[in-house]
């Protein structure tokens, strides 16, 4: 958490940055899982994530979807889980070409809901994780960041880094009376690109 409290005492120090535009963005990044969602998932995860973003002023509102790939040595035997939500991002200036940012997330976190070809192949062989085809549930998190963007030819371009905790607690499929919640947390640090009129 060396980023969040750099980012915490820069913004501190630092001015808010008004702007608006609308921009998309796309960032990959490993995730740390924990609690019982930790216990079904071996390993780590691997985050992809697509953002399309509203600017306006000194915040920023942006809904994504992502996917979440296991990183372990077997990866097909793992469920990859899906999500999608909205940030709300509070943004404040470093240096010219420079911001950071404080962000709050709700989310919507899924395992696939169709059991993988080796329950049929293999029924002896049951995947980590396959306990949970099925479950969903919701999110919030929160998480800090940091961004550096230049002008080309008319746009804004650049960079972003992102440190990250999310929360869940993910339901049975209705209709199972007998399973109960699972909780679970992530944490991920994540990189990527982002361009559009500003952000």
Request: proline residues 7%; glycine residues 14%; negative net charge.
């Amino acid at each position: 958490m060396r980023l969040a409290c750099l980012l915490a005492v820069l913004a501190i120090a630092t001015s808010p940055v008004h702007a608006d535009g609308v921009y998309v963005s796309g960032s990959v990044g490993p995730g740390a899982v924990r609690d019982q969602l930790g216990g079904s998932l071996d390993g780590g995860t691997f985050r992809e994530r697509t953002a399309i973003g509203l600017r306006f002023g000194n915040w920023a509102l942006e809904p994504f979807f992502a996917s979440e790939s296991t990183t372990t040595p077997a990866p097909w035997s793992e469920p990859t889980l899906t999500s999608y939500g909205i940030d709300l991002k509070r943004i404040f200036r470093i240096a010219r070409h420079v911001s950071g940012y404080v962000r709050g997330s709700m989310s919507h976190l899924a395992y696939p809901t169709i059991e993988p070809p080796c329950y049929c192949l293999e029924p002896n062989f049951v995947p980590s994780g396959g306990d949970y085809y099925g479950y969903s549930g919701r999110g919030l998190g929160v998480g800090v960041g940091a961004q550096a963007s230049v002008t080309i030819l008319g746009m804004r371009a650049g960079v972003f880094i992102d440190e990250g905790y999310d929360y869940y607690r993910l339901l049975p499929p209705s209709g199972d009376t007998y399973a109960t919640h699972v909780d679970g947390s992530i944490t991920r640090l994540t990189v990527g690109l982002a361009v559009g009129t500003d952000f």
